[in-house]
């Protein structure tokens, strides 16, 4: 874990693939720690990207492509990323990382990318090789480029889910790797910052909310779309009038806390244990509470995404963070060039 001293003298990074549009699970489970974690002044620098060219390996539509990363830069941006403490950037953007990439492939062993678990996952789902492209079976060589190409030297600390641990490890292996074949500590190792169990919200189905089930609540719907994934929440068919003291087990109540106020969660809370409050009150509640939560960032949102002047400015923003990140990018691939003899 990290402590203050060597933080101050760290960067923090972390990408994020546009393939959907984000609901509020992936806003509680990453998109809001995120964002504290690059605005706080606990590093040297911070760095948010997107992380396009790891979303192409499955993602083939090129306008979806490029709605989805207007529409999380938007989100980035409408949530309040702080564009003057972070580094904000499309990871297509800086060619060097694309070019440590191909070094980092020299120094990878093959056994490993087999050991990686999106790789694994793919493959068990046919026990075959059948529909898996290269870029998946790289994947965690490109990401461990995104974050080591600012580890020269430096500390890069990785604020992720428990199920990108791996690809962290992975990256920490390959400059291990890389260091050993020079002899010299080039690269600092790279670490996980593991976010704490964090509440896992649960979709309209009663799944975890993802979209890969299609059981989502978006964070920027339409009014017509939040209430329709609102009201359509699955429930049990106690009525309003029976006492409900598992009420901590209801997803309407689950969901609720995190977007309602302490008084607020206590009163629905009271409401279900007594019997005073029914699934259908409990869901207007919690369609009021998400919408007022959103509602301050929403015109900042359809600004970005949807007026002219408004993706001018997200452009110019990402445009403005590249260069800067790659001046920092440029002058360490230098360095790495000379060390390998490519200069
Ligand atoms: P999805 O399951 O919708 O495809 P991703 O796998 O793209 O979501 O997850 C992106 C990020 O959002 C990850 O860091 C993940 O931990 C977080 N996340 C996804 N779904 C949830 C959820 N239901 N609750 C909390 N965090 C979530
Ligand atoms: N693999 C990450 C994910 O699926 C996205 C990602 C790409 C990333 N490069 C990264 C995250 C570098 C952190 C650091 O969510």
């Known amino acids: 874990m990290a402590n203050d001293t060597n933080k101050k003298d760290s960067f923090v990074l972390t990408g994020v693939k546009p393939t959907g549009i984000p609901h509020i699970g992936n806003y509680i489970g990453a998109i809001k720690p995120m964002i504290e974690s690059a605005n706080s002044n606990d590093f040297a620098g911070s760095f948010v990207f997107i992380a396009d ?4 390996n499955g993602l083939k539509d090129a306008k979806l492509l490029n709605e989805y990363t207007i529409n ?28 440590l990439s191909t070094i980092l492939n020299a120094f990878t062993a093959k056994g490993l990318m087999n050991r990686a678990h999106a790789y694994k996952a793919a493959f068990e789902q046919n026990n075959s090789d059948e529909g898996i492209n290269m870029g998946l079976y790289t994947y965690p060589i490109l990401m461990a480029a995104d974050i080591v190409l600012f580890g020269v030297g430096k500390k890069v600390f990785v604020p992720v889910g428990k199920d990108q641990v791996q690809h962290i490890e992975i990256a920490r292996d390959i400059v291990v790797n890389f260091n050993q074949t020079y002899k010299q500590e080039i690269f600092k190792h790279p670490e996980a910052l593991i976010q704490k169990d964090g509440e896992v919200l649960v979709g309209t189905d009663g799944r975890k909310m993802s979209k890969s089930y299609g059981n989502v609540i978006p964070i920027f719907g339409t009014e017509k779309e939040i209430k329709s994934a609102v009201m359509g929440i699955k429930t049990d068919s106690r009525q309003p009038s029976e006492p409900k003291p598992d009420y901590k087990d209801i997803s309407i109540y689950q969901l609720y806390t995190n977007f309602a106020s302490e008084t607020e969660i206590s009163e629905m809370a009271d409401g279900f244990k007594n019997g005073k409050l029914g699934y259908g009150d409990a869901k207007k509640l919690l369609l009021e509470a998400i919408t007022k939560y959103f509602k301050p960032y929403q015109e900042k949102y359809l600004y970005y995404k949807n007026t002219e002047a408004g993706k ?3 452009f110019d923003k990402l445009e403005n963070g590249s260069q800067s990140v790659r001046k920092i990018a440029k002058s360490n691939l230098n360095q790495l060039r000379k060390i390998i003899g490519i200069n």
């Open 53 to 56: 060219y790891h979303a192409l």
């Open 72 to 99: 999380i830069a938007s989100i980035y941006m409408a949530l309040g990323l702080d564009t003057n403490k972070s580094f904000f950037y499309r990871q297509s953007d800086i060619p060097e990382v694309f070019e």
């Open 312 to 314: 001018k400015e997200l």
